[in-house]
């Protein structure tokens, strides 16, 4: 393992002491205990200062896009991903905690308990998780270290400004890829590991339904659909990973399975462009643009353009709950959200025709950037990620896109049509599969 390298996926918070006290990795985004560069990182750090190390994951109830229930599917596929956690801690001998409440105040009291030294946490870019991280920075004193562990390139290496598209992007991480593209070591320790989860959880978390593991549902894809994944877009067939919920709740390691269909008989380009290339151009644009999550994120020739296209009649107008309950004129649209809110999932494709119609049905941009993003992160499995504001700032304001032909509501941004989805695929098929008779 090259030290420089790992040592390129941390950034210290603050510089505060080093204590004499446990290393803490307080696991967030990444929830896993194999193929984790944070928990390596961590490790390393323990092994070096000769100090016990824990990982703590705290479950908080008060997310502003999502509040903790215990049936809903986003959290029940969070506890499933954490129950393997639990089983992950217990094989490799790690001593893994689960808690409760705001990190704001559980992380330090927690340091102060264990009498901590130093604080590690993995890295995510979005503002939500950055200000729970401000306070408890904040209320510590100790070294705080952050590890990008979800970014196969850690995202400050791969480039030092927002990039315009996936075209400047790619050869920069083109040019890096051999060097960070590297198996990630075990971390295991000898004797019986510590667990603890949080008397509210505990009942919870054992009653839920299994899940594939990351592992088994990684193999899955590379063995069963991967050699078919040039039809990605058409949402008729299931050939695409699947995978997203693994990669948005940090199950699964993009390095790891980046690694393995690299190795595969089937080492797709086309998929490694989107698992690499544009996943990690999101992470990009939410850790360089901090106005990611509104219209004020859009390139200026489309919030130009979309300003001077703001007063055109739009051909329908519909509610927040028209949409939400697929009762639209356009049927397709009403497959891919009935798609969505039954199987928490929606085809990558029908995503961004989808997210495109909202604009052309909502009368303001703002107003169809906030249905857009309420309605994805409340349904989809893989929502509340960089991805998804994204996904939504490509199809509704031209983030990494670029002008097309001028047309009524769209201005310059690319517009998606029901015409353009029938040449594509079988249309009628994806209706009469997704419309609930
Ligand atoms: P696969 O085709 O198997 O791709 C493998 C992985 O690559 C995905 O799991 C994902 O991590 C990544 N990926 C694929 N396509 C993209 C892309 N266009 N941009 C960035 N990464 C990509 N993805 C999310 O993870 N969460 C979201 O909330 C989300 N919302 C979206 C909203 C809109 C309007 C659009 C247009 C796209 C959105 N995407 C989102 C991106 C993409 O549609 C999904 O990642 C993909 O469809 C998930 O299915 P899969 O795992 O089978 O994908």
Known sequence: MSRLLLENRISARNDKPYGP???????????????????????????????????????????????????????VRLGQGLRHVLDEARRLGIDFSIERGNPIEVIPALIKRERAGVLMSDFSPLKEIQAIKDHVNEAIDIRFLEVDAHNVIPVWMASNKAEWGAYTLRPKIQRLLPNYLLSIPEVKFLGTAQIHVDQSLAAWLDGLPPLPTPEAAMRSFIDERLTDYHFRNNPNLDVTSRLSAYLHFGN???????????????????????????????????????????????????????????NDPRPYIYTLEELEYAKTHDPAWNAAQTQLTKTNYMHGYMRMYWAKKILEWIPSPEEAF????????????????????????????????????????????????????????????????????
């Open 21 to 75: 006290g446990k290393i803490i990795y307080w696991m967030n985004r990444d929830q896993r205990l194999v193929d984790n560069w944070a928990l390596v990182a961590a490790a390393d750090l323990a092994q070096k200062t000769n100090r016990p190390l824990a990982v703590v994951f705290v479950m908080f109830d008060g997310f502003s896009s999502l509040v903790f229930n215990q049936s809903n599917p986003i959290y």
């Open 252 to 310: 699964l390691s993009a390095n790891r399975l980046a690694l393995e269909v690299q190795q595969s008989r089937h080492p797709s380009e086309e998929f490694l462009e989107e698992m690499i290339v544009r996943r990690e151009l999101a992470d990009n644009f939410c850790h360089y643009n901090q106005n990611y999550d509104s219209i004020s994120g859009f390139p200026d020739w489309a919030k130009r353009s979309l300003d001077a296209h703001r």
């Open 370 to 437: 906030k249905t857009a993003l309420y309605l994805n992160d409340k349904y989809q499995l893989d929502g509340r990620d960089p991805n998804g504001y994204v996904g939504i700032a490509w199809a509704l304001g031209g983030v990494h896109d670029r002008p097309w032909g001028e047309r009524a509501v769209f201005g310059t941004v690319r517009y998606m049509n029901m015409a353009g989805l029938k040449r594509k695929f079988g249309v009628d098929e994806y209706v009469d599969r997704w419309t609930i008779k």
